[in-house]
């Protein structure tokens, strides 16, 4: 089953465990291709906003992924995902839609990208 928003995941951070999902960003449709060793692969990577009475928001960089070894079936990434600069790109954008991140880190970023282009 694929977590949504409302559900209570169990990652652990700092100790912590239980924890609310509040948004997800996400690409319009998952990356598929077909590799050598796994066969068909659906790969659709997410920025996930948890939430916990200790702290008001993580950012959480997970995945789901399907291959040959997984019957086709959308299971959890075990990792951290690897995201080309456009997949990154394209998740920020759906996570600034939602209002994810506060003006405060906004601000703070574009001060950074204003920096790295001039």
Same mark, same amino acid.
């Given at each position: *089953?694929?977590?949504?928003? @409302?559900?209570?995941?169990?990652?652990?951070? =700092? @100790?912590?465990?239980?924890?609310?999902?509040?948004?997800? $960003?996400?690409?319009?449709?998952?990356?598929?291709? &077909?590799?050598? &060793?796994? @066969?068909? &692969?659906?790969?659709?990577?997410?920025?996930?906003?948890? /939430?916990?009475?200790?702290?008001? =928001? &993580?950012?959480?960089?997970?995945?789901? +992924?399907?291959? /040959? /070894?997984?019957? $086709? =079936? *959308? =299971?959890? $990434?075990?990792?951290?995902? *690897?995201?080309?600069?456009?997949?990154? #790109?394209?998740? #920020? /954008?759906?996570? +600034?839609?939602?209002?994810?991140?506060?003006?405060?880190?906004?601000?703070?970023?574009?001060?950074?990208?204003? $920096?790295?282009?001039?």
């Amino acid at each position: *089953m694929r977590a949504g928003v @409302g559900d209570t995941v169990h990652p652990w951070y =700092k @100790g912590i465990h239980e924890w609310q999902i509040e948004a997800i $960003g996400k690409l319009p449709q998952p990356i598929e291709y &077909v590799d050598s &060793v796994q @066969g068909n &692969v659906s790969y659709d990577p997410k920025i996930v906003w948890l /939430k916990c009475s200790e702290h008001s =928001k &993580v950012l959480w960089f997970t995945y789901w +992924i399907s291959t /040959k /070894k997984t019957e $086709g =079936k *959308m =299971k959890w $990434g075990q990792g951290a995902p *690897m995201l080309e600069e456009d997949v990154l #790109l394209t998740l #920020l /954008k759906d996570v +600034i839609r939602q209002n994810l991140f506060s003006k405060n880190f906004l601000r703070e970023l574009a001060s950074q990208l204003d $920096g790295a282009l001039n």
